[in-house]
């Protein structure tokens, strides 16, 4: 249920699953809240899923099941998602391919017909035709071409839920993704500390980890720094209710995660936790409430001695303290805000030695504190992100920041990735409540915009159509309840395998397993070697089915028998096609994918280029194997010797234009045999299985079929290899005129 709270003592909540706060939120029962007001900050609200950490307080029902924002979120869910970017091309390529199909073969057996053929031998003609036009083995190898880039994707920790989803994050021209767990390691750390007189100190370490230098001007400090640092430490620890025990991993943390966070602070300078504690045990306490904004520790130290022990919100304590300028430090304290660090003040006064009751610690006040230095805390980024987004606008795909965050330590994060720079970047979760009202600038000013802060996960979902609206494929990122939508409404959701929620998973295509943006860089590369390798079973495919329509197209207008039967037709596909193309989908990624523009969301499969290369290479090896069949007519073959002949020529020709297909852009020369050794096995097998039939008694009957000469070897070979040497000179070509534009 969603509750309202009508009353509260000390009330925190930890809602990051469905805000993307990533710190603890302060909960009171006396705040008003205006219907506007974003998710992260209903002070006085409490969300199914959510967990309160600290505090107790009586609340009233306000919302069960659907009507909760977290059922919301699943009524999300249930609306239909986006077809993967690589079924949309593949879906309209087929429709295209079958319709081209049906008019050539139509054509083809108009012509048949015309010239006197019977309608038996035209009617297997035409399904010979119509298997050579449509290759019944791209979608096994297809299928395959996904299938190696999954098992690849997964050696890079990025697992895919759906196979057409492979190719999506090659496709992709935006990520939006979610900052806390993602871009940064979602563990509130230590890592600025301003010392009175002494300055800002820079801490080492992130998260959990116990070393980290303490850093002033860019060196190591001096003996005395640590040693104030230490005292710092000293009071945070006592004034502090968590444990730590680093032996037992995340069974041995417990408490509020600043309070994690200051004790890791400790052991980073030098200090005992447990030890401390030991000697100097706690006589009384002010525990944290939203109203203080402090919370004080009273101990007995050695000796007897006792001292207040105070830390809280720098605001609060600073005016009681007695050993600065006020004005130096709250600027202090303010600039350290402004950069997305939550700060907090700690300060320490000696008590007077009479035994003190319970609260004794706020019997004289605050008045006479030493502040002993100020603290910065920020989930901060993992070490492989500023390189992953450096690497994702190398590739042309363009990182945007979605977080529940506030702006200010948004655009802190985003500063350092390098994904924004000035707070015009940043677009806040209320200016999107009125996104629909406002007019087409306004819009542009949403896919403009790199960071969105203080988003709720409606507002995740009108970013992702907004963008969609612009003509870009989308993928998300993220861990949480609240990202399930987006991820679900995007081109490509990817949701987090160690810290997300099962509903991001089930919500999402691909899942990282180590939560690593940097592998969300693996998985475009991959993609784009996946799509590359289905481009290239096609090329394959397409390019040998026109070349043989163009032989019977221009023996059949010429007045040339058929240059091929219908059974030596379907023999050439399942030797050639049978093994090429799934070894094809075998290819290894090429080099130099990332530095590749990503593709047009509107762009075929069948592009411009494509359509030049199967036209080239389709017409060549077809007119060169109709001429070839003329020829050797034209010398007095019988027509059983020159279709004997022009079988094995299509056979090579087809081995040979194997090659050109490696790559679309690289020479064939270029790429190593040990880049594909199934290629060259596959290659090898066609010949020797073609060359094999034509031993075999029986098969070779069947097929029409008969040993060639090594002379007639002689003058096949050199006639197949020129497709190798046509297609090079365009590849040439096309990259001269890439460097001239």
């Given at each position: 249920?969603?509750?309202?709270?009508?009353?509260?003592?000390?009330?925190?909540?930890?809602?990051?699953?469905?805000?993307?706060?990533?710190?603890?939120?302060?909960?009171?029962?006396?705040?008003?809240?205006?219907?506007?007001?974003?998710?992260?900050?209903?002070?006085?609200?409490?969300?199914?899923?959510?967990?309160?950490?600290?505090?107790?307080?009586?609340?009233?029902?306000?919302?069960?099941?659907?009507?909760?924002?977290?059922?919301?979120?699943?009524?999300?869910?249930?609306?239909?998602?986006?077809?993967?970017?690589?079924?949309?091309?593949?879906?309209?390529?087929?429709?295209?391919?079958?319709?081209?199909?049906?008019?050539?073969?139509?054509?083809?057996?108009?012509?048949?017909?015309?010239?006197?053929?019977?309608?038996?031998?035209?009617?297997?003609?035409?399904?010979?035709?119509?298997?050579?036009?449509?290759?019944?083995?791209?979608?096994?190898?297809?299928?395959?071409?996904?299938?190696?880039?999954?098992?690849?994707?997964?050696?890079?920790?990025?697992?895919?839920?759906?196979?057409?989803?492979?190719?999506?994050?090659?496709?992709?021209?935006?990520?939006?993704?979610?900052k806390t767990g993602t871009l940064t390691i979602n563990r509130l750390t230590a890592k600025r500390v301003w010392l009175p007189g002494r300055g800002l100190i820079e801490v080492g370490g992130s998260g959990y980890e116990l070393a980290g230098e303490f850093t002033l001007g860019g060196a190591a400090g001096p003996l005395e720094l640590r040693k104030a640092i230490a005292t710092l430490a000293r009071t945070s620890t006592l004034c502090n209710d968590a444990s730590l025990d680093p032996a037992l991993g995340a069974a041995g943390r417990s408490g509020d995660t600043v309070d994690l966070a200051f004790l890791v602070l400790a052991i980073k300078a030098g200090i005992d936790p447990d030890e401390l504690r030991r000697n100097a045990p706690r006589v009384g306490e002010v525990p944290f409430a939203a109203e203080r904004r402090f919370a004080a520790s009273l101990n007995r130290h050695a000796g007897g001695a006792l001292e207040l022990h105070v830390k809280g919100a720098p605001e609060v304590l600073i005016p009681h303290c007695r050993n600065l300028d006020h004005g130096e430090a709250?600027?202090?304290?303010?600039?350290?805000?402004?950069?997305?660090?939550?700060?907090?003040?700690?300060?320490?006064?000696?008590?007077?030695?009479?035994?003190?009751?319970?609260?004794?610690?706020?019997?004289?006040?605050?008045?006479?504190?030493?502040?002993?230095?100020?603290?910065?805390?920020?989930?901060?980024?993992?070490?492989?992100?500023?390189?992953?987004?450096?690497?994702?606008?190398?590739?042309?795909?363009?990182?945007?920041?979605?977080?529940?965050?506030?702006?200010?330590?948004?655009?802190?994060?985003?500063?350092?990735?390098?994904?924004?720079?000035?707070?015009?970047?940043?677009?806040?979760?209320?200016?999107?409540?009125?996104?629909?009202?406002?007019?087409?600038?306004?819009?542009?000013?949403?896919?403009?915009?790199?960071?969105?802060?203080?988003?709720?996960?409606?507002?995740?979902?009108?970013?992702?159509?907004?963008?969609?609206?612009?003509?870009?494929?989308?993928?998300?990122?993220?861990?949480?309840?609240?990202?399930?939508?987006?991820?679900?409404?995007?081109?490509?959701?990817?949701?987090?395998?160690?810290?997300?929620?099962?509903?991001?998973?089930?919500?999402?295509?691909?899942?990282?397993?180590?939560?690593?943006?940097?592998?969300?860089?693996?998985?475009?590369?991959?993609?784009?070697?996946?799509?590359?390798?289905?481009?290239?079973?096609?090329?394959?495919?397409?390019?040998?089915?026109?070349?043989?329509?163009?032989?019977?197209?221009?023996?059949?207008?010429?007045?040339?028998?058929?240059?091929?039967?219908?059974?030596?037709?379907?023999?050439?596909?399942?030797?050639?096609?049978?093994?090429?193309?799934?070894?094809?989908?075998?290819?290894?990624?090429?080099?130099?994918?990332?530095?590749?523009?990503?593709?047009?969301?509107?762009?075929?499969?069948?592009?411009?280029?494509?359509?030049?290369?199967?036209?080239?290479?389709?017409?060549?090896?077809?007119?060169?194997?109709?001429?070839?069949?003329?020829?050797?007519?034209?010398?007095?073959?019988?027509?059983?010797?020159?279709?004997?002949?022009?079988?094995?020529?299509?056979?090579?020709?087809?081995?040979?234009?194997?090659?050109?297909?490696?790559?679309?852009?690289?020479?064939?020369?270029?790429?190593?045999?040990?880049?594909?050794?199934?290629?060259?096995?596959?290659?090898?097998?066609?010949?020797?299985?073609?060359?094999?039939?034509?031993?075999?008694?029986?098969?070779?009957?069947?097929?029409?079929?008969?040993?060639?000469?090594?002379?007639?070897?002689?003058?096949?070979?050199?006639?197949?290899?020129?497709?190798?040497?046509?297609?090079?000179?365009?590849?040439?070509?096309?990259?001269?005129?890439?460097?001239?534009?």
């Amino acid at each position: 249920a969603d509750l309202r709270i009508i009353s509260a003592v000390d009330v925190q909540a930890d809602e990051s699953m469905l805000t993307g706060e990533s710190v603890p939120v302060e909960k009171r029962a006396t705040e008003a809240i205006a219907e506007a007001t974003a998710l992260a900050d209903r002070a006085n609200m409490l969300y199914a899923g959510t967990n309160l950490q600290r505090g107790h307080c009586e609340s009233v029902v306000v919302a069960t099941g659907r009507a909760t924002e977290i059922g919301r979120i699943a009524q999300a869910l249930e609306e239909p998602s986006t077809a993967p970017p690589l079924k949309r091309r593949l879906d309209r390529f087929m429709r295209n391919l079958g319709a081209v199909s049906l008019l050539l073969v139509a054509g083809i057996v108009c012509l048949q017909l015309l010239a006197g053929a019977s309608l038996r031998d035209t009617f297997f003609l035409a399904v010979a035709l119509a298997v050579s036009i449509i290759p019944e083995g791209m979608p096994v190898a297809i299928t395959i071409a996904l299938s190696a880039a999954t098992r690849r994707m997964a050696r890079r920790n990025v697992i895919v839920r759906h196979l057409p989803a492979v190719e999506g994050l090659g496709a992709c021209t935006v990520v939006a993704t979610d900052k806390t767990g993602t871009l940064t390691i979602n563990r509130l750390t230590a890592k600025r500390v301003w010392l009175p007189g002494r300055g800002l100190i820079e801490v080492g370490g992130s998260g959990y980890e116990l070393a980290g230098e303490f850093t002033l001007g860019g060196a190591a400090g001096p003996l005395e720094l640590r040693k104030a640092i230490a005292t710092l430490a000293r009071t945070s620890t006592l004034c502090n209710d968590a444990s730590l025990d680093p032996a037992l991993g995340a069974a041995g943390r417990s408490g509020d995660t600043v309070d994690l966070a200051f004790l890791v602070l400790a052991i980073k300078a030098g200090i005992d936790p447990d030890e401390l504690r030991r000697n100097a045990p706690r006589v009384g306490e002010v525990p944290f409430a939203a109203e203080r904004r402090f919370a004080a520790s009273l101990n007995r130290h050695a000796g007897g001695a006792l001292e207040l022990h105070v830390k809280g919100a720098p605001e609060v304590l600073i005016p009681h303290c007695r050993n600065l300028d006020h004005g130096e430090a709250l600027g202090a304290a303010h600039r350290i805000a402004v950069a997305g660090y939550r700060v907090m003040a700690v300060a320490s006064k000696p008590m007077p030695a009479a035994a003190p009751e319970e609260r004794a610690p706020l019997k004289d006040g605050l008045a006479g504190l030493t502040l002993l230095g100020l603290v910065g805390f920020i989930d901060p980024l993992r070490p492989e992100a500023r390189a992953a987004v450096a690497d994702c606008r190398r590739a042309g795909v363009a990182v945007k920041m979605v977080t529940g965050d506030h702006a200010a330590t948004a655009l802190a994060i985003a500063r350092e990735l390098g994904i924004a720079q000035s707070p015009e970047d940043v677009v806040v979760g209320v200016e999107l409540v009125r996104l629909p009202e406002l007019d087409a600038e306004a819009q542009a000013r949403v896919v403009r915009a790199s960071v969105f802060a203080r988003v709720e996960p409606s507002q995740k979902v009108q970013i992702v159509d907004a963008l969609q609206a612009a003509g870009h494929f989308v993928a998300v990122t993220g861990d949480g309840v609240n990202d399930a939508p987006a991820l679900h409404r995007a081109d490509l959701g990817v949701a987090m395998g160690r810290s997300g929620t099962d509903v991001a998973r089930a919500a999402a295509d691909l899942v990282l397993a180590d939560d690593n943006f940097a592998s969300v860089v693996a998985g475009i590369e991959e993609g784009r070697a996946a799509y590359a390798n289905i481009r290239k079973v096609i090329y394959l495919s397409i390019s040998t089915g026109a070349a043989e329509v163009a032989v019977f197209l221009l023996s059949i207008l010429s007045g040339l028998p058929v240059p091929l039967t219908a059974i030596q037709l379907l023999w050439l596909n399942l030797v050639t096609n049978g093994g090429q193309d799934v070894a094809l989908a075998l290819e290894r990624r090429e080099p130099g994918l990332l530095e590749r523009p990503p593709r047009a969301p509107n762009e075929p499969i069948f592009d411009r280029l494509m359509i030049r290369e199967n036209t080239i290479s389709g017409i060549y090896m077809g007119t060169v194997a109709y001429a070839f069949f003329a020829w050797a007519l034209a010398q007095g073959w019988s027509e059983f010797e020159a279709r004997n002949m022009l079988l094995f020529l299509m056979v090579a020709f087809e081995n040979a234009h194997v090659f050109n297909c490696r790559s679309e852009t690289h020479s064939a020369f270029s790429i190593p045999f040990r880049n594909n050794w199934y290629l060259m096995t596959a290659v090898a097998a066609a010949q020797g299985v073609h060359i094999g039939a034509a031993f075999v008694p029986g098969l070779r009957d069947v097929l029409q079929i008969a040993p060639i000469s090594p002379a007639a070897w002689l003058m096949l070979v050199p006639i197949a290899a020129s497709v190798l040497a046509v297609m090079e000179i365009d590849k040439a070509l096309r990259r001269r005129q890439a460097r001239r534009a």
